[in-house]
């Protein structure tokens, strides 16, 4: 069955800067390549491409809270989404644009669960009082939609206890996925002069960290467990896009800290065009992912599509990426539960983290055994044509039976 699905999401090439916005791109590319109409409906200038528009903030709501430009700009896109067989959204921002076009328009919305709202309470710092604004658009479209996508088992299950109300029938399972012909090992001469530029030896043993500076990507305990790393070790951080000016002196002291002990500490924070990704994620001994909430994690897919190890934290979906001594190592942690990931112990977790990379780093040849399983476990279940097809089954369902929000 070909059906229209309108995309609506803040994030599409050239405006990515996390996982969503990856998944997006990607996901459209797979499902217009099984034949459906995708019009994608993306906040500001996207690439000019077929079937895809451009909404700019409303210049009425220029100096208004953020919150309320981001529902101008839905207001305009739900407008545009009739004749729509689908919509189709991604993340809080785009929520309230397919709630809303679903009521106008009499069609089911779908909504990709990538992140909830109660799960990253240190938003508020952030937003402020449209933190509270997020929230609602979050819970209302979520408790209405037609169908919920969840990344993770764990993300459903993250989803079910965030809105109790919802039906546990309309929340299904589809994974992120990776392009592991675009994602995979890059050791060229090209490469490895890439990787000097940035400061890192291919010779000696290296963590990178790839992500934003966010509360829930754990750097800051990343960058304490380091200083307890072997002196040989290298320290890479491609980590940008702080949320707030506070998190980012916090990194930046840590930082500074961390280099008066150690050489090898290269902090990368712009983001970098994928050859260059890919560069340094081959070049690295391991990849380490500290996050305290990660619905599931697109970059570590991306590192074990470069054969590079992942060290992740045993929180969220991670654990159904990294396979505990076939793909990587898991770190433990015990959080609270109190929506924020916060370790109970932060200073065992901090330990724990060390530890377990010290012992990644420590054994090359068992790295490279796990970084091979890792790319042909990426290949294997975590392909985007599958993702798509398992995507589209749930827009047919919801066609065939003339499921409508509600």
């Keep these: 069955m070909v059906v229209r699905v309108d995309l609506l999401t803040k994030e599409y090439p050239p405006n990515i800067y996390g996982g969503a916005g990856v998944h997006v791109a990607e996901l459209v590319r797979a499902l217009r390549g099984l034949g459906d109409t995708v019009q994608v409906r993306a906040f500001g200038s996207p690439v000019a491409e077929t079937d895809t528009t451009g909404y700019p903030n409303l210049p009425e709501l220029d100096t208004a809270n953020a919150a309320l430009q981001t529902m101008g700009v839905d207001l305009r896109i739900a407008d545009d989404c009739a004749g729509a067989d689908v919509v189709h959204s991604h993340t809080w921002y785009a929520n309230f644009a397919g709630h809303v076009a679903s009521l106008l328009h009499g ?10 709202e109660p799960m990253r309470p240190w938003k508020a710092e952030q937003l402020g009082g449209g933190y509270r604004v997020s929230s609602y658009i979050e819970r209302t479209a979520y408790d209405a939609a037609a ?15 965030s809105y109790p109300d919802l039906d546990p029938a309309k929340v299904h399972v589809v994974h992120n996925g990776i392009d592991s012909q675009l994602w995979h090992r890059d050791t060229s001469d090209e490469a490895t002069a890439t990787v000097r530029r940035h400061g890192l030896d291919p010779e000696r043993p290296s963590v990178i960290f790839v992500g934003r500076i966010t509360r829930q990507k754990g750097l800051p305990y990343l960058l304490r467990a380091a200083a307890e790393l072997p002196p040989e070790v290298q320290l890479v951080l491609c980590a940008g896009a ?22 090898g500490v290269s902090w990368i924070p712009d983001m970098l065009p994928r050859a260059e990704v890919i560069a340094l994620l081959s070049a690295a001994t391991v990849f380490v992912c500290p996050s305290v909430y990660e619905p599931l994690g697109i970059v570590n897919l991306e590192a074990m599509a470069c054969g590079c190890p992942v060290v992740g934290t045993a929180t969220g979906g991670i654990p159904e990426v990294v396979a505990d001594g076939e793909t990587g190592w898991l770190v433990p942690i015990d959080q609270l539960s109190d929506g924020t990931g916060t370790p109970k112990d932060p200073d065992r977790f901090v330990a724990d983290l060390a530890r377990t990379l010290t012992e990644a780093v420590g054994d090359a040849t068992e790295a490279r055994r796990r970084g091979a399983a890792g790319r042909e476990r990426a290949v294997r279940e975590f392909g985007w044509e599958i993702i798509a097809q398992r995507t589209q089954q749930v827009y047919d369902t919801l066609v065939r039976s003339g499921t409508h929000s509600g």
């Design 107 to 116: 069609v089911p919305h779908v909504v990709t669960a990538h992140s909830l």
């Design 147 to 161: 169908a919920v996508i969840a990344v993770s088992h764990g993300m459903r299950k993250d989803v079910l206890a």
């Design 242 to 263: 702080p949320d707030t000016p506070e998190i980012l002196r916090e990194v930046e002291d840590l930082v500074a800290g961390l280099r008066e002990s150690r050489d």
